[in-house]
């Protein structure tokens, strides 16, 4: 806004000059000459607002008309540094900047070729003297003047946007050397993740599947070796488990050497539950279950398995710690509702096996100490499975049973 007011009152000052030149009685084609000179004006004036945009139009044509009409030449001078600071093209540079000269030096000559009043660059003292003007010299050091600052103005301009630009730059370098580091440090980070697995995969093939195929061959040596029922029914049953732990455990040691995030294996149906109660009532737990899934079908991988291993890692504490111990399984599950896991198991008290175990309904008390060691790495897994999946979990004695109780969200399909 300032500099289209400047560029309007110089070009309307130097319009209204021209127009006294022509004496007190202008004629109608003077008049309208002057009149088209402020329209002129108007245009000019305007154009300075797009001298950032289009910086060399704006120049070239501000200044021709300041050559051939009397509306000044602010506005090629305002133009002139947005040409010298955009434009990567000297010829043009140079060009511009003498145009701009020409429309100030004709400016200039247009006001020292009028007399009396109509000379802008004029004093009139009260003296003897009489009017005093500008000397064609003074005009010639005025224009210079006037044009060098105006390409000051355009290098400066073209030094800050370069260190504009170079602090961009420098800006973009150090964002993109943050990245490459971030990238660096996730890199190491994950190469480190997968030594760590490729560790664990050697050692689970070099010792617990190592263990694991030795127990099958001792299962089924006493398999044919036997004519007890009892023993063959046994030994069927641990040779069947140690072959499905088997084909997991392989599937998990390709997935740590795979570098998954996730275990890939195939992820047990909640129909597989009633498998693996007939598998612990085969390994001489006492056990009821009361099992209600609705749309089993339907639920989620993730939610199966989580199941599942909640499931069987409670019957092997109860195995574990409670041999002999009747077992309450309470599984209930519906899109929806969740599903909720209950399992209970009478605390023996001649074993005692849970050592300082919470009491359900009081935070604060125990039970007492065990002679059965046992390292709580089961029930850590289990809350961590049911945390992962939003669900909530908790386990201690109640009412002289130890209780396990898990909840899982099941969302709705159509939810």
Not at 15 to 44: C, E, H, K, M, N
Not at 51 to 62: E, G, H, N
């Given at each position: 806004?300032?500099?289209?007011?400047?560029?309007?009152?110089?070009?309307?000052?130097?319009?209204?000059?021209?127009?006294?030149?022509?004496?007190?009685?202008?004629?109608?084609?003077?008049?309208?000459?002057?009149?088209?000179?402020?329209?002129?004006?108007?245009?000019?004036?305007?154009a300075?607002?797009?001298?950032?945009?289009?910086?060399?139009?704006?120049?070239?044509?501000?200044?021709?008309?300041?050559?051939?009409?009397?509306?000044?030449?602010?506005?090629?001078?305002?133009?002139?540094?947005?040409?010298?600071?955009?434009?990567?093209?000297?010829?043009?540079?140079v060009?511009?900047?003498?145009?701009?000269?020409?429309?100030?030096?004709v400016?200039?000559?247009?006001?020292?070729?009028?007399?009396?009043?109509?000379?802008?660059?004029?004093?009139?003292?009260?003296?003897?003297?009489?009017?005093?003007?500008?000397?064609?010299?003074?005009?010639?050091?005025?224009?210079?003047?006037?044009?060098?600052?105006?390409?000051?103005?355009?290098?400066?301009?073209?030094?800050?946007?370069?260190?504009?630009?170079?602090?961009?730059?420098?800006?973009?370098?150090?964002?993109?050397?943050?990245?490459?580091?971030?990238?660096?440090?996730?890199?190491?980070?994950?190469?480190?993740?997968?030594?760590?697995?490729?560790?664990?995969?050697?050692?689970?093939?070099?010792?617990?599947?190592?263990?694991?195929?030795?127990?099958?061959?001792?299962?089924?040596?006493?398999?044919?070796?036997?004519?007890?029922?009892?023993?063959?029914?046994?030994?069927?049953?641990?040779?069947?488990?140690?072959?499905?732990?088997?084909?997991?455990?392989?599937?998990?040691?390709?997935?740590?050497?795979?570098?998954?995030?996730?275990?890939?294996?195939?992820?047990?149906?909640?129909?597989?539950?009633?498998?693996?109660?007939?598998?612990?009532?085969?390994?001489?737990?006492?056990?009821?279950?009361?099992?209600?899934?609705a749309?089993?079908?339907?639920?989620?991988?993730?939610?199966?398995?989580?199941?599942?291993?909640?499931v069987?890692?409670?019957?092997?504490?109860?195995?574990?710690?409670?041999?002999?111990?009747r077992?309450?399984?309470d599984?209930?599950a519906?899109?929806?509702?969740?599903?909720?896991?209950?399992?209970?198991?009478?605390?023996?008290?001649?074993?005692?096996?849970?050592?300082?175990?919470?009491?359900?309904?009081?935070?604060?008390?125990t039970?007492?100490?065990?002679?059965?060691?046992?390292?709580?790495?089961?029930?850590?897994?289990?809350?961590?499975?049911?945390?992962?999946?939003?669900?909530?979990?908790?386990a201690?004695v109640?009412?002289?049973?130890?209780?396990?109780?898990?909840?899982?969200p099941?969302?709705?399909?159509?939810?």
């Open positions: 806004m300032g500099a289209v007011v400047v560029t309007f009152t110089v070009g309307m000052m130097a319009s209204t000059f021209d127009a006294i030149a022509y004496g007190p009685t202008p004629s109608g084609a003077q008049l309208a000459r002057t009149v088209l000179w402020w329209v002129l004006l108007a245009g000019v004036a305007t300075v607002v797009w001298r950032d945009r289009y910086a060399v139009v704006v120049c070239l044509s501000t200044a021709a008309a300041g050559v051939l009409t009397p509306v000044g030449a602010v506005a090629p001078l305002l133009a002139l540094p947005f040409v010298i600071a955009r434009e990567r093209r000297w010829r043009v540079v060009g511009c900047a003498a145009a701009t000269a020409l429309a100030v030096g400016s200039f000559w247009r006001d020292e070729a009028r007399e009396g009043e109509a000379v802008i660059f004029s004093i009139t003292s009260t003296g003897l003297s009489g009017t005093s003007y500008l000397t064609p010299a003074g005009y010639a050091i005025l224009t210079a003047l006037l044009v060098a600052a105006s390409v000051g103005a355009g290098f400066l301009r073209r030094a800050v946007g370069r260190a504009d630009a170079a602090q961009q730059v420098a800006a973009a370098e150090n964002q993109r050397a943050r990245v490459l580091s971030s990238q660096a440090d996730e890199l190491r980070t994950e190469v480190s993740r997968q030594e760590e697995r490729e560790l664990i995969a050697r050692e689970m093939h070099d010792t617990v599947a190592h263990e694991l195929s030795l127990m099958s061959l001792q299962a089924s040596a006493y398999e044919v070796s036997t004519d007890n029922p009892d023993v063959v029914d046994v030994a069927r049953t641990l040779r069947s488990s140690a072959h499905r732990t088997l084909d997991e455990m392989r599937t998990l040691i390709a997935s740590l050497r795979a570098g998954s995030e996730q275990y890939t294996g195939s992820a047990p149906a909640l129909g597989d539950l009633a498998t693996l109660l007939d598998d612990a009532r085969a390994g001489g737990v006492d056990l009821t279950a009361t099992v209600f899934v749309d089993a079908d339907e639920a989620p991988a993730a939610l199966t398995r989580a199941v599942y291993r909640v069987q890692e409670a019957l092997t504490n109860v195995m574990k710690h409670a041999p002999g111990a077992a309450d399984v599984v209930r519906r899109p929806g509702d969740g599903v909720d896991i209950t399992v209970r198991n009478a605390v023996l008290p001649e074993l005692n096996p849970y050592a300082d175990a919470p009491v359900l309904g009081d935070p604060g008390a039970v007492g100490a065990s002679g059965i060691p046992g390292g709580g790495s089961g029930l850590v897994e289990m809350r961590e499975r049911c945390e992962a999946m939003g669900g909530t979990f908790d201690g109640q009412d002289g049973r130890y209780v396990v109780r898990a909840h899982l099941w969302v709705h399909p159509t939810a």
